[in-house]
């Protein structure tokens, strides 16, 4: 009786583990998703590189990969 009550308790760990696994690996996968989402990415005006919206510099609704590139697509009008 006490070699099958361990067993039972075993199997009942390894699932445990395996479904504690499987919903980290998921919340995971939802995270990146999210990350992809909130990293948009935006041309600069001035040069054409494509970077993420958060690093990029914003203008009226422009967008520029750097403060020099800014200034100078002003200076051109
Ligand atoms: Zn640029």
Redesign the pocket.
């Known amino acids: 009786m006490g070699i099958r009550l361990l067993l039972i308790l075993l199997t009942l760990w390894v699932l445990y583990i395996s479904v504690r696994r499987y919903i980290r690996r998921r919340e995971k996968n939802d995270v990146n998703r999210q990350n992809k989402i909130a990293d948009n990415m935006v041309q ?1 005006k ?2 054409g ?1 494509y970077l993420p919206e958060s690093e990029a510099l914003k203008n009226n609704s422009d967008f ?3 403060k020099e ?1 800014l200034t100078q697509q002003n200076h051109d009008h």
Do not use: V
Request: proline residues 0%.
């Open positions: 600069c001035f040069c590189t520029f990969c750097s590139h």
